[in-house]
């Protein structure tokens, strides 16, 4: 079955600590996205890829990084200049960024700091 | 800008009854598209419905139908025939000609039996 995998489920993160969330699809899209979610709220683009090797920013990026070098894979990197990483942290993914793509999405990891 | 709003922090329902979630829009694009999302306590995204800025029809999956009037600038959902399962919290989302998908706070959904 085609869809969007997410690992780990719950992450721990020490302070002063790099850490890495994997985000994989089989769909065969060529967009992909990193989002935030604080409790009770919203959705926060942080990163998205249009395209292999290409990467933009989005709302709130500061103190996280990514990559795209292969189709399937996105992996988000939340590094130490983020101050107030704990959050549910969500991968999405759609054929293309037009108006009429749906973006379909991981199961989440949560992000908790020690 | 771009915004949606879902005035509806919390909606109680009856199990088989149907039940309207809220959501107004504000977009200078012509073209857009607008989604639904429900998020179960485990936290995945699942997208429900969607509907086209040019569409004329109103969108229906099942139990679900978007009640879009253009002109007010809302994007409605309705849920028929709740069910305990349909507990869950509802985004709302929009997407115009850039790249970015914007979503509203969402509404929690409470299904009584």
């Known amino acids: 079955d085609g869809g969007i995998t997410q690992s780990p489920k719950y992450l721990f993160r020490k302070e002063g600590q790099n850490v890495t969330l994997s985000c994989e699809q089989n769909l065969n899209h060529d967009a992909m996205y990193w989002y935030r979610q604080d409790p009770g709220q919203g959705l926060r683009l942080i990163y998205y890829s249009q395209i292999v090797n290409d990467f933009q920013k989005g709302d709130i990026a500061e103190g996280y990084s990514v990559s795209r070098e292969k189709k399937e894979s996105f992996p988000l990197t939340v590094t130490s200049a983020q101050k107030n990483p704990t959050a549910f942290y969500l991968c999405a993914s759609s054929r293309s960024t037009g108006a009429a793509e749906t973006q379909y999405f991981g199961p989440g990891t949560r992000l908790l700091v020690l | 800008a771009q915004k949606i709003t879902q005035t509806q922090p919390g909606m109680f329902v009856q199990e088989k009854e149907a039940v309207t979630l809220d959501c107004t829009y504000d977009t200078s694009d012509q073209s857009y598209g607008l989604f639904w999302y429900k998020q179960p306590s485990s936290g995945e995204m699942i997208f429900l419905i969607y509907?086209?800025?040019?569409?004329?029809q109103n969108a229906t999956e099942g139990r679900y139908s978007l009640n879009f009037q253009k002109a007010r600038k809302s994007a409605n959902l309705v849920i028929s025939a709740s069910q305990l399962g349909d507990s869950a919290m509802y985004f709302c989302a929009m997407k115009g000609g850039g790249f970015k998908t914007i979503f509203g706070a969402g509404t929690r959904l409470f299904v009584k039996a």
């Open positions: 509907q086209g800025s040019y569409d004329e």
